[in-house]
DNA sequence: ATTTATCTACGAAAGAATTCGTAAAATGTT
DNA sequence: AACATTTTACGAATTCTTTCGTAGATAAAT
């Protein structure tokens, strides 16, 4: 029975993303890739990753001088997790519906729309 | 140059949902809207509501007695800005990213697929 | 007109999120 | 060893959201 983690904010989820793209990552190596997207002081950084192992989003390594942050939640869960908080939120639980906004409004390349297509196959064929 | 509207909060994001279904509201008929999910007293969606027409998320007519509320923002355009921000924050911008999770956790019928279809059909047909 | 009910206004409290200053601990440099 | 740098820890200030109590205004009922 695995206690539900909360749900991460605009800032954790910032941060989450990084981990996910680097690695497990210092406090250091984290706001450095986050100071190229917006200003942010270190301690700034610090605190909000310690927060996030608070709250069980990231583990930390202390063994060594340096800190060491992985994330313990996967990007696949938490995606879905905040897919299906606004498709509940937003569209009432209609997948359908979210899915026509995000496609209806950025222009989706043929390609894609293709892969989506074969992603439905998919579906249809492995529910029959 | 229309001037940005912030983003609705959880809670605001219920009242807006109410007010696009029922259409123009009071704050009594919209908290008894709200009553019927969950525990909430009168005077806060009285405040919610307030605050909301400060943003100019709502606009409200105060001519009578009891004052209207109608919304200000459309359903249409808050769910896109939703949709884009949540494509933004956990996505990296990909729409079909997006799509494909909230299409694969959530068991679509037939018959959804089918729309899709028809409304990726319409998206290649419209851009030659 | 007095009472009763309904509604708005105001403000306060509590909790979360964000930011950062300052200090202490660990490490590195000369 | 003395000094400088890096990192962690702590806590305070700020802002935002949510909640609701209380009071005042307006309308309805008797």
Redesign the pocket.
Known sequence: MKKKLPKP????LEILRIIWEQGPS???TVNDRLSTMK??????T???M??MAEKGLLKRD?S????IYHSSVSKQKTQQQLVDRLMEAAFGGSAMQLVMQALGNKPSTAEEIKEIRAFLDQLEGGKK
């Open positions: 904010t605009e800032g954790e210092t406090v250091r200003e942010v002081g270190y301690t700034t610090l605190k909000i310690q927060i202390t060594g001088k340096t800190h």
